[in-house]
C-alpha cells in the first residue's frame, strides 16, 4: 500500500444519502411528510418527541391490523411456527460513501421507541447487488442514549416493565396505570412476539446498535427490521446515521476478504429413538419445527429425510423467514422437490430468485396452489407474473405488497385469474386495465382488496364504483389516500348526473380513453348504480385520506354498516356529526374506529360510539376533537377500550403521560 | 422616459417578439409610477438576457428583521388556542421564521439561493385559527423543498415549488387551516438570473445604483383582498377567497453584482414609500452582513413606526384614496418581514 492509504482514519457519522428499499410507508408517494427520505436529513425532530412531519413512519403499528379477520385470512394456513422471525417493516438504506470500519448504527428514534428488530450490512459485490449480513437482533445488548447525552447500556431488551424505564428517570405512577387501563394487552396477547408491552419507555433515544468487530468489510449499506406490533402508537424514526471510521484522504480502501463466521451448534443427545415413533406422530412433530430445524433434522439420516421430507409436510411453505438466505440453488435443488403438495406459498422480501428457479418451483406447486405471497420482491417483472398466472390458475389469495418494480402494463396478465379471492397491491402501480376487468370476472368471489397507496389507478371512480356495485361478498376494501373525488354519492346508490359523468372520463388522459372505453363496454360498467345492500359482509373499510364529503358515510352505515368491525376516517375531514351518531347507530359490531383530525368529533358522538358499540376496542380521536384530557380520562376507566390521541413534538421531559 | 421606451421596443422586437416588448415596456412603466394596484395576469415573463459582465458565480448574502404587528393580542390568542391542561404550552418546531402572522425562509442548495416571504391573513383569528400556522408551515415546506427535492432551476421551478409546499400542507395529520400570500425569489448561482414567484400583495424590489429596476407585480382581487393561498374547512354562506399557486406572477431576469434585493410583506410596501426604501438602503457601505442587518432592522423599524403613526401619508392612504375614493391619513399597522440580500461573488 502507498504512503497515502495508510494515513490515519478519521471517525465520521453518516446520514442516509438514499433508501433503497422499504415494506411501507406512512406519507403519500411524492409527498416528504411521514415519509423515507426524512432520514436523509439532519435530525430535525430529535430532541423533541411526537408525531411529526418530518420522520420517516411505517403504515402501521401494533396489534390493529393484525388482529383482524383480512390480515389473519392471508396468515391462517402458515401454521408451522416460525418464533425467530417476527419482523414487520423493514428500510434500507445506503450512505454516501463506504465505511472502513463500522462502529454502530444510530437510531433517532422520536416517537413510540423500541421495535428495532433486526440490523443487517450490506456487502456490495462488483455488479451492485447487495448481500445482507446480520450484525445485531433483538434482544441482544445494545445501548441508548438520552437526551441529556447519557448513554444507558441495555442487556436484554425483554425487560420487565419496571425496568424499561431507566432507574434515574423517574416515573410516573399514573401513567403505568393508564397503560394498564388503556389496554393494548388484549390485542398484543394474541400474537407472537419478542417485544414487551410497551417496548421501551416513552422518551426520544438515540439506539445504537454496536458493530464493532462484527463487519469485517466496508460497507455502505445497512437494512433495519422492525417489530411493532407492541408500540403504542405509529413508530418514528428521524435519522438513522452509521458511525464509524474512515480514512482520512477518503481514498477506497482495498476490500478485506472476510470469514462469516459459521453459527456453531451443539446437537443434543437425546436417550429416546425417534426412529420407533409410527409415521404420523412424526409428522405431527415435524410439524412443530421451525423450517430450519425441519432441514437440520431430516439430514441427521437416511430415514429421517425420507419421513420429514414428506411432501404432505410443504403444503404450506413460508419462506419469507429466510428471506436473506434462499438462494436460486436452494429452490431450485431442495424446495422444489418438495413442492407437490404446496397450498400456500410465501416467498414474501425474498431477493434475486431467477425466473428459471421461480418457474421451476411454481410448476411444481401448479394447479394447488392457492396462495402465493410476493410482497416486496423487487425482482419481479412481466415474466413473473406471467409464469404465476399460467402455471397456478386456482390462485386465491395473492400478495404483492409494496412490488415497486413492476410497471402498470406488468400487471395485465392477472386478469386471466378467476378464483381470486383476496388481492393486495398495496403502494404498486397497478391500473384501471388489470382491475377493472379482474374484478369484474372474480366479482363473487372476492372477499379482500388492499389498493392503497396505489396511486396510478388514473380511473379510480370507475374502480370504486364497480367494487360496491358488483362485489357483495366484499369482507374488506383499503382504499388508504385513493383520490375518489366526486363519486362517492354514486357508490352509494345516490343518482349523479351523467354529464358529471362524461366529464370525469374527459379527464382521463388520452392515451388510455380508448382502453376505458372498450373495458367499459366489454364490462357493461354500472352507470345507474344501487344502495350497497347486497354488501352483507362488508367488515373493514380504510377510507384514509380520502377525503369523502359530509353524509357518504352516514349512508354507507345505514346500508352496510351491520357487519362493519374496522372504519378508517383518518383526515376525512368533512364527516359530519350525522356521520359519526350514524355510525353509533348502525355498527353494533363495531371494533376499530379511526377518527384522526375528524373536527365534527365531539363529546357527545363519540359517547354515542362508545355507549352503542360495546365491542369497541380502538379508537383515535388524535387532532380534530377537542375532547379534554378529564373526560378522556373517565372514558378510559368507563369503556376500557383503547383510546390514541397522538400530539406532535414537544420538547418536555414529562412525557410519561398517554395525552399531552 | 418616452424615448426609452420606444428605444426598448424597439430592441426588444428586434430580440425576441412581443412577450418581450411587454415585459420591457410594463417595467419602464412602472418605474416612472409609484406602486398601484394591477390584477393578475397570468403570464409566463421571460426576458432573459446572458449577461456578459458576470463570470464568476454569485449568491445572496442575507439578512433579516421584522416585528410582531399584534404583539398585545397574540398571547391571549395563542393561549386560548393551544392550552391544554397540566401541560406546558405546546410549541411548534421552528417558530423563528415567524414574526406575527408573517413568515419567511431563507435556503441555499447547489443550484442556487431561495428567500420567501408569506403573509398570513389575520382575518382567521375571529375563528378562532391562529394565521400564523398556515405561513409558517408554507414556508417550511418550501424550505424542505428546497433542501432536499430541488432539482433544477428555471424561470418555472418557483410556481411548482410553491404548488409542491402547498399541496404537502395538505398531507400533514393536524390539518393546517388559514391563508396567505407567497413572495418566493431564486438567484441562480451560475447564471447570475433572479427568478421569482409572487402570489398576493408581498413582494420584491430589486435596487441597482441606488434606483428601482424590478419590482414585483401585486395581485388584489380588490381593495386589501390580496390573492391567497388557503386551506379552509367548509364554511356554508361565507365567500372565501382560495387562489391557486399556478396564479402566481412569474419573472425571471439578470441580476447585477452589489444589486440589493428587498423581499418584504406588505408591512413594508404600506408603510414606506419608495423614497424612503431608497434611502435606507443608499446607507450602506461595505456589503457587509452586519451592515445588512443594520439596515434591515431600521427598514423594519421605520415601516413599524410609520405602520402606528396616524398622521403619516402612508402608501396605503394613498392607495386607499386612489381605489375607494376615501380621504385618510395615516400608516397601516400590520407585521413587518424584511428579507434584505445583496448579490455578491465574494465568498463567505
Redesign the interface.
Known sequence: MTEQNQSEVETVSFIPDKVLDNSSQY??LG????NL?NI??QP??YP?YG????ALVFRTYGPWWINLPSYRATTRQFKRPEKEFTSRDFIEIEYPALMLTCLTIDVYETYNPGSLEAAYVGKEDGHGKISWHRVWKFPDPFSIVLKNGKEIFIENGRQQMHDIFPQHVDVVTSALQSLQLNTDHTGISKIYTRHTYPPAARIPRITKIPLKGKVPFPTRHVRLEFDHCTANYYIEIDTIMLTGQRLKDHSTPVPIVCETKREEHVEDQSSMDLTKLPFDILFQICSYLDLRSLARFASTSRYFQRQCLDSLQFKSLNLQPYWNTITNDSIECFFSNYCEQTWYLSLAWTRNIQLTSFTCLLNKCSRNLRQLNLACCQYLTKQYIEVVVDTCPNIEILNLDACGCLESDDFLPLTKLTHLRSLNVYRTAIDFRTLLPLINQNKEHLEHLNLGNCLQLIDVAGIVRLLFARCSNLRSLDLWRLRIRDVYGSIVGIPYDLTDEEDRLSQIPSEYQDDLVLIYSLLDMPVATNPITHMKRLSEIDFG?TDPP?GFIEILVQQAGHSLIKIVL??C??VSDKDIIAISENCPKLRQLDL??V?AATEENIEQVLKRCPHLEFLDI???ANI???VLEKWIHQYKNCFKR???????P?IY?EF? | MQSLAICARLVARAVSGTEAENFLYNSLLRLSTSSSIHHSQQSNRLAITPSPTITRSVHLLTATSGYNGHEDEEDEDKGHLRK?????K????NRSNVYGDDAFFTAKNRLGDFLGVADGVGGWREHGIDPSLFSSSLME?CK??V???LIDLNPLTLKELLSKAY??LL?????IIGSSTACIVALHHEKSILHTANLGDSGFVIIRKNAIVHRSQEQQHYFNSPFQLSIH??MKGQRLIADRPEQASITSFNVEENDCILVATDGIWDNLPDSTILEEVNKLAEPTLDNLQQIAHALAKRALDNGHDPKFNSPFAKNAKKALGINIIGGKPDDVTVLLAIVTSKCG
Open positions: 406519507g403519500s409527498s416528504q411528510y411521514y427520505d436523509c436529513t430535525q425532530v423533541a408525531d411529526s412531519t418530518n385520506w359530509a383518518t383526515a375531514r368533512h384522526l383530525d373536527r388524535s387532532f380534530g379534554p384530557d378529564a397522538t400530539y406532535p413534538p414537544i420538547d418536555n414529562e403521560h399531552a | 391544554k391542561k397540566n401541560s406546558p405546546i410549541q411548534r418546531t415546506a424542505s423543498l433542501d432536499n427535492k399541496k404537502q398531507e400533514e395529520k393536524q390539518c374547512p367548509e
